[in-house]
């Protein structure tokens, strides 16, 4: 068994044993997910992360890729996914956050297709990504913007919901004017979300901007201006 399998084993029979099958169905339920839940809560699961990532340091950029991809291509249950998603993250690999992992992204983005997963990977790992590699991410995003997956566009406009003075208001303002007839809540949602974070940093952009974008939804109207 190679380092890759032997992390994915020990994250199954982690999250086995610190599962509680009375909140698993209610966790679940919560969440919409086809997929059911072992019932270990957030502190628990990001726990049993820290210890295993660090008992099973991988050394091989390879190995780490076939981790990610095996807990989250093969997941039983929604946590492996979650913990794939924080593998991803884990300091020992940052040296591998490069514009090469944005298929594996993309990939996990269009098959999680829920908001749990996608905004975490949108501001937490697509986000670094654009601010780390600009020029490579930038025409990426304004790519994702106008996609047919309503997953990536929603990516697209909240993926620099922490940039605050370093935003690109030209991307923001394109992912956001792209996607403004769409009718979808996670898209107006979005909106909204992204404009009102920036409003934190540039209240009046973000006040010009839904004044002279009336065909901004009641919704995202709303959550841009709430702090205003």
């Known amino acids: ?56 340091v991988l050394t091989d950029e390879a190995d780490w890729r076939a981790s990610v991809l095996t807990l989250w291509r093969e997941a039983a249950y929604r946590e492996e996914r979650y913990m794939a998603i924080a593998l991803t993250g884990d300091r020992r690999y940052a040296q591998w956050q490069t514009p090469a992992l944005l298929p594996l992204y993309e990939e996990m983005i269009i098959t999680g297709a829920w908001w ?46 922490t940039f605050k003075e370093a935003t690109d208001t030209k991307l923001l303002s394109s992912a956001i004017e792209a996607n403004l007839d769409d009718r979808d809540f996670f898209i107006r949602k979005g909106i909204g979300w992204a404009l009102r974070q920036f409003a934190r940093t540039e209240p009046e952009w973000v006040r010009a901007f839904v004044n002279s974008h009336p065909g901004l939804s009641p919704l995202s109207v709303r959550e841009a201006v709430k702090h205003l």
């Open 1 to 56: 068994m190679n380092e890759s399998q032997t992390l994915v084993k020990a994250v199954r029979a982690g999250l086995a044993a610190g599962g509680d099958a009375r909140k698993a169905p209610d966790m679940q339920r919560y969440m919409k997910s086809e997929l059911p839940f072992r019932g270990v809560p957030s502190p628990e699961r990001a726990a049993l992360g820290r210890q295993l990532f660090a008992e099973h």
């Open 116 to 161: 749990d997963f996608v905004d975490e990977i949108a501001s937490r790992r697509i986000g670094p990504l654009l601010r780390s590699f600009p020029d490579e991410l930038t025409p990426a995003m304004y790519d994702w913007a106008t996609d047919p997956d309503l997953w990536k566009r929603r990516t697209s406009i909240i993926c620099q919901l």
